[in-house]
């Protein structure tokens, strides 16, 4: 069965304060690592996706990186914008192709 | 990106009634869509997957009864909530991609309130 752990559950940065989102998984052979941003009371917006070990792609503060045991989201010089929850889900190469989500990591960057 | 189109996106209903959710893939055909529901400050969890053209499968303790979906065409996936109760009230959320191994898009979701 695959699995998604995130973490830090929680995470309060001060604007412009570094950091980095863990998602740890185990899963059958991946086909693709996905991360996705959640504002309240709307659905996730795709971020990245990562299909193999030593990808990286970015998109303006954000940067996703991918080893055989995990991702990272780094998030460089956050702005109070950026606060949101963001979701890691993977896909495995067994014979499902659900995706399975992580419980999110809530961001908040105070001004 | 791909653009999925979710109606309505907040919705109001008296218990016993039905309400059903419209969602739309706008720039691409969709073989599979999948229909999630998410509690307050918990993840997505996983109602069904819809086929077009077959039957949805539905997730472990999810009633089909209650939870009926429709995927009628590549571009549209429906689902009625049936005779609707408080313990219903929900954000429902649905999801498409353009292959099936790969990312999926989401639409804005529905906040159901079943008074």
């Known amino acids: 069965e695959d699995q998604v752990t995130q973490s830090p559950e929680a995470l309060r940065l001060q604007e412009g304060e570094s950091s980095s989102l863990n998602c740890s998984y185990t899963?059958?052979?991946?086909?693709?690592l996905f991360w996705y941003r959640q504002d309240p009371g709307k659905g996730p917006e795709f971020l990245f996706t990562?299909?193999?070990a030593g990808e990286e792609k970015e998109k303006e503060r954000l940067k996703a990186t991918l080893t055989k045991k995990e991702s990272f989201l780094h998030i460089t010089a956050p702005k109070p914008e950026d606060s949101a929850t963001y979701l890691c889900?993977?896909?495995?190469?067994?014979?499902?192709?659900?995706?399975?989500f992580g419980r999110g990591t809530s961001l908040i960057v105070h001004p | 990106g791909a653009v999925v189109s979710q109606h309505p996106s907040r919705v109001i209903c008296k218990s016993g009634t039905s309400v059903k959710i419209e969602c739309r893939s706008l720039?691409?055909?969709?073989?599979?869509m999948f229909w999630y529901r998410q509690f307050p400050k918990q993840s997505l969890m996983l109602m069904a997957t819809?086929?077009?053209?077959?039957?949805?499968?539905?997730e472990q303790g999810v009633e089909k009864d209650k939870f009926l979906i429709n995927h009628a065409s590549l571009t549209l996936s429906t689902l009625t909530v049936a005779s609707a109760h408080p313990e219903d009230s929900s954000f429902y959320i649905c999801?498409?991609?353009?292959?099936?191994?790969?990312?999926?898009?989401f639409g804005q979701g529905t906040r159901l309130t079943v008074v």
């Open positions: 999801s498409a991609g353009k292959q099936v191994r790969a990312e999926a898009f």
């Open positions: 899963v059958s052979g991946l086909r693709g």
């Open positions: 990562l299909y193999s």
């Open positions: 889900a993977v896909q495995g190469g067994g014979g499902s192709y659900i995706p399975t």
């Open positions: 720039d691409f055909q969709a073989t599979t």
């Open positions: 819809s086929n077009e053209g077959s039957k949805a499968t539905y």
